[in-house]
């Protein structure tokens, strides 16, 4: 898993989250799936990896999502957490006007289009 040389690190749990942001996003940010869940050595070689990084975490608002956040809150305190409203459950079905409010309050840059 190469990263690039970029500030940002969006991690999100499938490639469909991956892909409903990686076309609202018009800076340069790492997007990097854990599919569904991560081992510990795999959380500590991210850590290691991105310890100089903006690092967000944004997963769907269910159980699954909940356990990965609570996992990553403890190995990756740093990392900001990036929340859909509850209503959508998943990144992936989310409306991409609401997932582009959520990015753009973190201080990500959208395409504006996605805004209205």
Same mark, same amino acid.
């Given at each position: 898993?190469?990263?690039?040389?970029?500030?940002?690190? &969006?991690?999100?749990?499938?490639?469909?989250?991956?892909?409903? &942001?990686?076309?609202?996003? #018009?800076?340069?940010?790492? &997007?990097?799936?854990?599919?569904?869940?991560?081992?510990?050595?795999?959380?500590?070689?991210?850590? *290691?990896?991105?310890?100089?990084? *903006?690092? +967000? %975490?944004? %997963?769907?608002? *269910?159980?699954?999502?909940?356990?990965?956040?609570?996992?990553?809150? #403890?190995?990756? @305190?740093?990392?900001?957490?990036?929340?859909? *409203?509850?209503?959508?459950?998943? %990144?992936?079905?989310? @409306? #991409?006007?609401?997932?582009?409010?959520?990015?753009?309050?973190?201080?990500?840059?959208? +395409?504006?289009?996605?805004?209205?």
């Amino acid at each position: 898993m190469g990263i690039m040389e970029v500030e940002k690190v &969006i991690i999100v749990e499938g490639r469909s989250d991956k892909k409903q &942001i990686e076309m609202l996003i #018009k800076e340069p940010v790492e &997007i990097l799936c854990t599919n569904g869940t991560i081992s510990l050595a795999k959380l500590d070689e991210l850590v *290691d990896t991105l310890y100089d990084k *903006d690092v +967000y %975490v944004l %997963v769907d608002a *269910d159980e699954a999502g909940e356990k990965l956040r609570k996992q990553f809150r #403890k190995e990756f @305190p740093q990392a900001e957490h990036l929340y859909i *409203d509850k209503s959508y459950r998943e %990144v992936a079905t989310a @409306p #991409k006007q609401h997932l582009a409010s959520v990015l753009l309050g973190a201080d990500i840059d959208v +395409y504006t289009e996605y805004l209205r």
